[in-house]
């Protein structure tokens, strides 16, 4: 026992910047570094090379405005916006063509939906949780939203274009109407008062699993195309891991704090001189548009500019059933952005969020959705987990650093050509990082303050870590967007409800983390669950840190004071 030295550690120790400090503005590169040895040492072809020498001289011209000769700040903003393009991509890419849109409605929607993303992650950074997450589209949406686009009276349109137009409204309109139960659960304080049957003990296997439950966006979507997949996973590793202590600059670990801007460039430039030699001219269909570079067509379909607005597809369309149906992505949503949060405090260096702050969050997380139904983004937002895993590898977690990443997700959605070049980047290079990014959000460090000696809980964390991988894979199998899932009735807005909740491995693991370690030997089980040391974080003033890192800005808790 002598030789344990690892004892439990409140906050993590090993982050360079922490939730409230952030990194300087000055960069020590930047001062032996002119515009033209950027552009030297950026070995892309041309017309990638402008655009980033472009936003480089960007760069640069805020910095001398500013008195000083680059900014750390300002690049780690974009590697988050770079990493967030993969889901935004993904999503419409899946759901506009089944819609009947054409790749010049797929653009349109790209950019709003990252249009609305910044809007999203700037207000649950200055007003929601504070914790420094982006706020993205969510695969939870999937199913109800293949349930509306399948639904008979919009398959009966015969223009492509007007069903998609139609489709888009009535998604609109349930996404309008689902949004209000996380905007009534959050506001209400009832999300806050339910997370009181939460315990390390059983947030452990859920926080874990909302990283590791999205396995199949991982390595399934990278060996798509293993000529681009294994090189972009290898070089991470490599660079972010191996050579993480090599500061080429002075005092920047630069291979450990830029990976993202590092990696996917050198990756993308391989990935282009493939396509360009003809190395896929052969292959399958299916591996052309994962491995192509020129397959995306959404710098040629993207207009130049273009400013999102409310209602700009029409006026949304309402269904009971298709609201219904969108409420159990919304309660999907809701699951897996708290285990996110958790995860997102743990890596930010700061306490677990108390339950007014997380109730808080859900609230502005319901507003997020509303502005995606006003919008029309196409899909719904929730916590951008790989965002997540980003702050333990970068060891950064500042909040100013995710808010200035909205500023380039909203500045970049409404250049439409610039944020397209971006945008078709392939993805198999967004899953080689996930490989690594999901892996990072994990709740196992909450284990230190639980028995690991205990039969109970060792029953508990399997058989919730089990069940939530297990139970979705089943209805995963099942589903297609005929079938809509394992559960096929005659009513399909029940349909997607049930197969939505039952996909989700976070949510999955929540019913059966709190079902078991709120029933099974409670009283005797306090100290092994290690409720002594949460119990403290579930009011705002439980713990000191807690004003520090959640008080709201502008003195605005004098006006909402914490409950």
Same mark, same amino acid.
């Given at each position: 026992?002598?030789?344990?030295?690892?004892?439990?550690?409140?906050?993590?120790?090993?982050?360079?910047?922490?939730?409230?400090?952030?990194?300087?503005? /000055?960069?020590?590169?930047?001062?032996?570094?002119?515009?033209?040895?950027?552009?030297?040492?950026?070995?892309?072809?041309?017309?990638?090379?402008?655009?980033?020498?472009?936003?480089?001289? /960007?760069?640069?011209?805020?910095?001398?405005?500013?008195?000083?000769?680059?900014?750390?700040?300002?690049?780690?903003? &974009?590697?988050? $916006?770079?990493?967030?393009?993969?889901?935004?991509?993904?999503?419409?890419?899946?759901?506009?063509?089944?819609?009947?849109?054409?790749?010049?409605?797929?653009?349109?929607?790209?950019?709003?939906?990252?249009?609305?993303?910044?809007?999203?992650?700037?207000?649950? /950074?200055?007003?929601?949780?504070?914790?420094?997450?982006?706020?993205?589209?969510?695969?939870?949406?999937?199913?109800?939203?293949?349930?509306?686009?399948?639904?008979?009276?919009?398959?009966?349109?015969?223009?492509?274009?007007?069903?998609?137009?139609?489709?888009?409204?009535?998604?609109?309109?349930?996404?309008?109407?689902?949004?209000?139960?996380?905007?009534?659960?959050?506001?209400?304080?009832?999300?806050?008062?339910?997370?009181?049957?939460?315990?390390?003990?059983?947030?452990?296997?859920?926080?874990?699993?909302?990283?590791?439950?999205?396995?199949?966006?991982?390595?399934?979507?990278?060996?798509?195309?293993?000529?681009?997949?294994?090189?972009?996973?290898?070089?991470?590793?490599?660079?972010?891991? $191996?050579?993480?202590?090599?500061?080429?600059?002075?005092?920047?670990?630069?291979?450990?704090?830029?990976?993202?801007?590092?990696?996917?460039?050198?990756?993308?430039? +391989?990935?282009?001189?493939?396509?360009?030699?003809?190395?896929?001219?052969?292959?399958?269909?299916?591996?052309?548009?994962?491995?192509?570079?020129?397959?995306?067509?959404?710098?040629?379909?993207?207009?130049?500019?273009?400013?999102?607005?409310?209602?700009?597809?029409?006026?949304?369309?309402?269904?009971?059933?298709?609201?219904?149906?969108?409420?159990?992505?919304?309660?999907?949503?809701?699951?897996?952005?708290?285990?996110?949060?958790?995860?997102?405090?743990?890596?930010?260096?700061?306490?677990?969020?108390?339950? +007014?702050?997380?109730?808080?969050?859900?609230?502005?997380?319901?507003?997020?959705?509303?502005?995606?139904?006003?919008?029309?983004?196409?899909?719904?937002?929730?916590?951008?987990?790989?965002?997540?895993?980003?702050?333990?590898?970068?060891?950064?977690?500042?909040?100013?650093?995710?808010?200035?990443?909205?500023?380039?997700?909203?500045?970049?959605?409404?250049?439409?050509?610039?944020?397209?070049?971006?945008?078709?980047i392939p993805f198999p290079i967004f899953a080689a990082l996930y490989c690594i990014l999901f892996g990072l959000v994990v709740g196992i460090s909450f284990l230190q303050f639980t028995n690991m000696n205990s039969m109970r809980n060792l029953i508990i964390i399997g058989l919730t870590l089990f069940l939530g991988i297990s139970v979705p894979q089943l209805f995963n199998q099942y589903w297609t967007p005929s079938r809509h899932g394992l559960v096929h009735t005659?009513?399909?807005? &029940?349909?997607? &409800?049930?197969?939505?909740?039952?996909?989700?491995? /976070?949510?999955?693991?929540?019913?059966?983390?709190?079902?078991?370690?709120?029933?099974?030997?409670?009283?005797?089980?306090?100290?092994?669950?290690?409720?002594?040391?949460?119990?403290? &974080?579930?009011?705002?003033?439980?713990?000191?840190?807690?004003?520090?890192? +959640?008080?709201?800005?502008?003195?605005?808790?004098?006006?909402?004071?914490?409950?």
């Amino acid at each position: 026992m002598a030789d344990i030295t690892h004892l439990p550690m409140e906050q993590l120790q090993d982050l360079e910047y922490c939730l409230d400090s952030n990194p300087p503005w /000055a960069m020590t590169v930047a001062k032996k570094a002119s515009n033209h040895d950027i552009m030297l040492h950026l070995p892309f072809c041309p017309a990638i090379a402008l655009l980033l020498a472009w936003c480089s001289c /960007a760069i640069l011209t805020v910095g001398r405005k500013l008195g000083i000769s680059s900014a750390e700040t300002i690049l780690l903003a &974009f590697q988050n $916006y770079i990493l967030m393009l993969g889901t935004s991509v993904m999503i419409p890419s899946m759901i506009v063509p089944a819609m009947g849109g054409s790749d010049g409605d797929k653009a349109r929607v790209i950019q709003t939906l990252l249009f609305v993303a910044g809007i999203n992650t700037l207000l649950q /950074a200055l007003f929601g949780t504070r914790l420094p997450t982006v706020v993205g589209g969510s695969f939870a949406y999937v199913f109800p939203i293949a349930y509306i686009i399948t639904d008979s009276s919009l398959q009966q349109i015969s223009d492509p274009h007007e069903r998609f137009i139609q489709t888009m409204r009535a998604i609109q309109g349930a996404l309008i109407v689902a949004s209000s139960i996380q905007i009534i659960l959050g506001y209400s304080q009832v999300w806050g008062l339910f997370s009181r049957f939460f315990s390390p003990l059983g947030m452990a296997p859920v926080v874990g699993l909302v990283g590791l439950g999205l396995f199949q966006r991982g390595f399934p979507v990278l060996g798509s195309c293993v000529e681009i997949g294994i090189p972009m996973l290898l070089l991470v590793i490599g660079l972010s891991l $191996y050579l993480k202590d090599m500061r080429p600059f002075r005092d920047i670990p630069i291979f450990e704090r830029f990976p993202v801007l590092i990696c996917v460039p050198i990756i993308w430039i +391989y990935a282009i001189i493939l396509t360009a030699s003809g190395a896929y001219r052969h292959k399958p269909v299916k591996t052309q548009h994962s491995c192509r570079t020129d397959k995306a067509n959404l710098i040629s379909t993207a207009p130049w500019f273009m400013f999102p607005y409310p209602l700009q597809w029409g006026p949304p369309t309402f269904s009971a059933g298709h609201s219904f149906a969108m409420m159990s992505a919304v309660i999907v949503s809701m699951v897996e952005s708290t285990g996110a949060y958790k995860a997102a405090s743990r890596l930010a260096i700061a306490t677990p969020p108390p339950a +007014y702050v997380l109730s808080r969050g859900i609230g502005w997380q319901g507003i997020g959705v509303l502005l995606d139904g006003l919008f029309g983004t196409g899909t719904g937002s929730t916590v951008s987990v790989e965002n997540v895993g980003l702050l333990g590898l970068t060891r950064v977690g500042s909040r100013r650093v995710v808010q200035l990443s909205a500023g380039f997700m909203i500045f970049f959605s409404t250049l439409g050509k610039f944020g397209a070049v971006f945008a078709s980047i392939p993805f198999p290079i967004f899953a080689a990082l996930y490989c690594i990014l999901f892996g990072l959000v994990v709740g196992i460090s909450f284990l230190q303050f639980t028995n690991m000696n205990s039969m109970r809980n060792l029953i508990i964390i399997g058989l919730t870590l089990f069940l939530g991988i297990s139970v979705p894979q089943l209805f995963n199998q099942y589903w297609t967007p005929s079938r809509h899932g394992l559960v096929h009735t005659n009513a399909g807005w &029940f349909n997607a &409800f049930l197969n939505t909740i039952f996909s989700s491995p /976070a949510t999955v693991g929540l019913i059966v983390a709190v079902l078991l370690d709120n029933t099974l030997e409670v009283e005797r089980s306090k100290k092994d669950r290690g409720m002594p040391w949460w119990v403290k &974080f579930r009011t705002f003033r439980g713990d000191n840190r807690n004003e520090e890192f +959640y008080t709201l800005p502008f003195n605005l808790n004098r006006f909402f004071p914490p409950t």
